[in-house]
């Protein structure tokens, strides 16, 4: 995206995508400009050299006080004792569940849960204790699956070392990207594939699992749609390419979507959803309580000049048809993470959404 595109003066053209890359990248104008007026002014540049610059400070532990003759002697680098320190404390969170533990009944019940996040790992304050959270959220609820959007390399790599019992897909490597995790006890992993955006400025992709889990064949989604509301266009071509995925998957498949999907209900109805496949919190009949999963009006991580509570994050979900096939359906919802950390700040800028399926009779 280089300054010719779009309409209008460039100043006003400059303006817009400053705007923009501060919307993406969650910071302010300032730090926009800069990347952009040193990358020709050239949108997926700019974001690129964004994500890779030094995240040294994010998940960073406290050093271990030593006396200054000690330093001397061992002049280990910041990065390297932190590695250490990390190294230490590699253990799983998520069984320290303060709910009790699940009954062999419970287990074998055929219920799926599942959770979808944006963790906003872009906003790197109170990083490592928004993790910590997140992780006593999976302790919380044990969830099969959990969906992750806008992770970044060291959030991961939290993740690896402290949800032991989870598999960990990701959709990227570099700059910030989606995640698949699998409860390994649970789900059985098949294989799993990204699925590109030809036109994307901002870096998304469609991340797909295919799994199985208790006798159900299953295609699992994420994915982070295009954000802004200049990129509708581009938002809608996104989720063409998701529709078509779900409709296109074999009739035995359970296929399930949740992810960040920045949508707007006039662009859900100017594509259309199959038939086949429904919006799981119109489907449980569009409960207030779990309508809005970005609200600047009860949440605070941001600093928003204005109120603003959307529908962004969404779970889609097309059952199995085939005939004599197992099936799942919807049957909860509700929205996480609401209450703060010690810290004064919540896990995300988004909601959590909890959700599960269970076996039809």
Known sequence: MASSSGSGSSVEVRARLCEEFAGVAGTDG??????????????????????????????????????????????????????????????????????????????????????????????????????????????????????????????IEYLRKRAVSYQIIEGGEDGYFTGIMLKKSRMKFVESEIVEYPTTKMMRNLLVAQVTFKGHKLCLMTSHLESCKAHSEERMKQLRVLVQRMREAPDDVTVVFGGDTNLRDPEVAKVGLPSSVCDVWERLGKQEHCRYTWDTKNNTNKSMRYVSRCRFDRIYFRPATKEGAQRLAPDHMTLIGLEKLDCGRFISDHWGIYFSFSEEK
Not at 36 to 64: Q, T
Not at 106 to 131: C, F, H, M, P
């Open 30 to 155: 300032a730090v926009a400009q800069c990347y952009l007026a040193d990358n020709d002014w050239d949108m997926e540049k700019a974001l690129n050299s964004f994500f890779e610059a030094d995240m040294e400070r994010v998940f960073e532990v406290d050093m271990i006080e030593e006396s200054p003759q000690e330093d001397a002697k061992k002049p280990e680098t910041k990065r390297q004792r932190v590695e250490e320190k990390a190294s230490e404390t590699c253990i799983d969170l998520t069984k320290g569940s303060p709910t009790p533990k699940k009954t062999s009944a419970e287990e074998d019940d055929g219920k799926l849960n599942l959770i979808s996040w944006n963790v906003d790992g872009l906003d790197t304050d109170n990083i490592q204790e928004r993790a910590r959270g997140l992780c006593s959220f999976l302790a919380l609820y044990t969830p099969d699956v959990v969906f992750l959007q806008e992770l970044i390399p060291p959030y």
